[in-house]
């Protein structure tokens, strides 16, 4: 089967969001995690809910309000990367589109202890294991790849070559390249690349106006 690299509208398509932290627990109350607020994410997932899509979001653990479940709108909730990756796995047969918008944690804990940590000791080192890479499994070939991956990069510095290197290297079609200072933030820009050598640029706007801006670019494209 041929598939389509654009899509028109999103009408009744089983779209997957991954969106938040993950918390990476070394004890039973202490963990890695980071600032990720989840509101890009929701605010994407809300939107393609809007736009008439049946969407799948996989929610890390987020300060504010979770959206409320409706008729086209469920939400997992997470805690650690290895979790999320398995609910995306689960869910993944059928979908179209997949937005990895969470904000993964790279490594986890080598051991999990049971009980709370005690004693301070001056010196102390944490095994990390690498934890796997979810947008990268979910865009490999296979009769499961949805027909369009966006991911986004969070950038400190070299913001496009860094999103493109990572577009290239996870195998995306779409990356959503914006910069460290929309970490938990209400506000930010974007500039979307496409594998396809396309640019977009998005001006500095609140998330959910951020969010209807991506899904436009998007999907204001012809059908192929
Ligand atoms: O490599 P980096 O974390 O900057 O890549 C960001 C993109 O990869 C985001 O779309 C994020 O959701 C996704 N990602 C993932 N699993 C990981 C790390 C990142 O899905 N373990």
């Not at 490999?140 to 990572?166: C, H, M, W």
Request: aromatic residues 4%; without cysteine.
């Amino acid at each position: 089967m041929r598939v389509s690299k654009y899509f028109n509208n999103l009408r009744d398509k089983k779209v997957m969001i991954t969106a938040g932290p993950t918390r990476e627990h070394w004890d039973p109350v202490r963990f890695l995690s980071n600032g990720s607020s989840g509101q890009m994410g929701v605010a994407l997932a809300l939107e393609a809910a809007r736009l008439g899509a049946n969407v799948t979001l996989i929610l890390g653990p987020i300060p504010g309000p979770i959206p409320r479940k409706r008729k086209n709108l469920r939400v997992l909730r997470v805690v650690s990367a290895e979790e999320m990756d398995e609910k995306v796995q689960e869910y993944l047969p059928g979908t179209r589109v997949f937005v990895g918008a969470a904000a993964v944690a790279d490594y986890r804990p080598a051991v999990i202890l049971r009980q709370k940590i005690k004693g301070k000791p001056e010196k102390t080192t944490l095994n990390l294991l690498r934890n796997p890479d979810i947008i990268a499994k979910v865009a490999k070939r296979g009769p499961n790849r949805p027909s369009v991956v966006i991911g986004f990069a969070l950038e400190t510095q070299d913001v496009l070559e860094n999103a493109s290197d990572k577009l290239r290297d996870k195998g995306l079609d779409w990356i959503v390249a914006n910069r460290e200072t929309n970490l938990g933030a209400p506000e930010g820009s974007a500039t979307l690349l496409s594998r396809w050598q396309e640019r977009m640029a998005i001006g500095h706007m609140t998330k959910e106006r951020l969010a209807k801006q991506i899904w436009k670019a998007l999907l204001d494209r012809p059908a192929l």
